[in-house]
């Protein structure tokens, strides 16, 4: 039976649409209807993980510091209608980044990369055939905020999502989830 619209979801992406429904099966009989859709409507998610981070001047900026491989990006991109601005980039664990160029040419709109992995992600959106979004290397995740600000539009969503490690300049993804959360706050 229809609990809710799925567009309802506060948090975006088909795969917490599928981890709402799993939920609302699992407290059927428990929660009412009505509990439910209260969660589902105002649930953020889990820090670092597609996380809202806030709106300003009609800009959503949300925080996936956890993606640190591309698959973990590419379902970070595929969980917005529309192309995003996306600041991605970091350690070099030596993985294989060519399954990202496909997904970032359909799903981004402005490639922001810094870290030992910019090269890499560049090159496979490079080899990609056709359309590229345009491609901007940076210095750091506070250069790469900044020209996301600078160059985002109303209505336009900036996701820091990095398909690579953070050991290059932070502890952990955590930490460098905090510090992106720290610099949009400042924006």
Do not use: W
């Not at 210095?139 to 600078?150: I, M, P």
């Amino acid at each position: 039976r229809e609990l809710m619209p799925a567009s309802d979801i506060r948090i975006p992406g088909a795969h917490n649409v599928y981890n709402m429904m799993m939920a609302a099966a699992v407290v059927q009989g428990y929660a009412s209807d009505d509990d439910i859709r209260a969660v589902a409507t105002t649930f953020g998610g889990v820090e670092h993980r597609i996380e809202f981070v806030r709106e300003k001047d009609g800009v959503k900026y949300y925080n996936d510091s956890i993606a640190s491989s591309p698959t973990r990006t590419i379902a970070g991109l595929n969980s917005f209608q529309q192309k995003v601005i996306l600041i991605a980039g970091g350690y070099d664990k030596h993985i294989p980044y060519d399954v990202l160029g496909q997904p970032i040419c359909d799903h981004v709109k402005l490639l922001l990369l810094t870290g030992a992995t910019a090269p890499k992600i560049r090159e496979c959106v490079e080899n990609i055939e056709g359309e590229h979004p345009p491609i901007v290397e940076v210095e750091n995740l506070e250069t790469a905020v900044q020209e996301a600000a600078a160059r985002a539009e109303n209505g336009d969503v900036v996701i820091m999502s990095p398909a690579s490690a953070s050991f290059d300049r932070f502890k952990n993804f955590m930490e460098r989830g905090k510090l992106f959360k720290a610099l949009v706050e400042e924006l």
